[in-house]
């Protein structure tokens, strides 16, 4: 399976400001994919980081709060923007190692944010 | 879309006993069935997994069953340990890119 780091591992920010979370994979990998789990629930996938072009949203999530970039093949981020505590969550990225079909997806360790 | 209900939300076992944990889906053209376990503090971790050409799949204490007419999937724990007290999901896919629609989860907990 792929090793996936991501940064910050947890942060405490103010209302109003943005973060930017990075996830590195160890390997090339095609699809990039972006959740978000608040305190106690499931998980809730945000946006498709696609190599190469915009990224997929889901519906209830907008480029303009969640702007993802994925310059190449082993490297993405997301960044929350203008953030309220409802932003308060666990936020996880996935990688796939392959393209199409039936795909296995495995998690990063996660970035805690704490919004204030 | 795909739905996905997961029973139950809360699971107390002895050690040594076995945990049972079921989902149903709603897509038919769900084949493809996770199952995640998180500890505290950490991300998901994939467990185990089945796909909808397999009925049954196992991997040493845990093993995940797949009924696709009644659209269901559990995930068994035989021989519970206390590491094995962790949230575990469940979840679908129907997708071609492979996105994944998660159950509720369950907390285990394996009492000594």
């Known amino acids: 399976s792929a090793v996936i780091s991501q940064k910050p591992s947890r942060d405490i920010c103010q209302r109003g400001t943005s973060l930017t979370i990075q996830c590195q994979v160890d390997?090339?990998?095609?699809?990039m994919f972006w959740y978000r789990q608040q305190p106690g629930q499931s998980l809730t996938l945000i946006a498709t980081?696609?190599?190469?072009?915009?990224?997929?949203?889901e519906s209830g999530f907008v480029i303009d709060k969640f702007p993802i970039s994925r310059p190449n093949l082993t490297f993405s981020t997301l960044t929350v923007s203008n953030m309220s505590p409802e932003d308060s969550s666990i936020y996880l990225c996935?990688?796939?190692?392959?393209?199409?079909?039936?795909?296995?997806?495995?998690f990063g360790p996660g970035t805690r944010l704490l919004v204030l | 879309g795909e739905n996905v209900e997961q029973h139950p939300s809360t699971l107390s076992v002895q050690e040594g006993d076995s945990a049972v944990i079921k989902c149903t889906y709603s897509?038919?053209?769900?084949?493809?069935f996770p199952w995640y376990k998180q500890e505290l503090g950490k991300g998901p971790q994939l467990i185990i997994d089945?796909?909808?050409?397999?009925g049954e799949k196992k991997d040493q204490r845990i093993a995940v069953t797949l009924n696709k007419t009644a659209k269901h999937f559990s995930l068994h724990i035989t021989e519970t340990q206390p590491e094995d007290s962790a949230v575990y999901f469940c979840?679908?896919?129907?997708?071609?890119?492979?996105?994944?629609?998660f159950g509720a989860g369950t907390q285990v907990v394996v009492t000594p």
């Open positions: 996935s990688v796939s190692p392959t393209s199409g079909g039936q795909e296995t997806q495995y």
């Open positions: 390997s090339q990998v095609t699809m």
């Open positions: 980081a696609n190599q190469g072009s915009e990224a997929t949203y």
């Open positions: 897509d038919s053209a769900s084949n493809y």
């Open positions: 089945i796909r909808s050409n397999v």
């Open positions: 979840a679908a896919s129907t997708d071609s890119w492979g996105k994944l629609q």
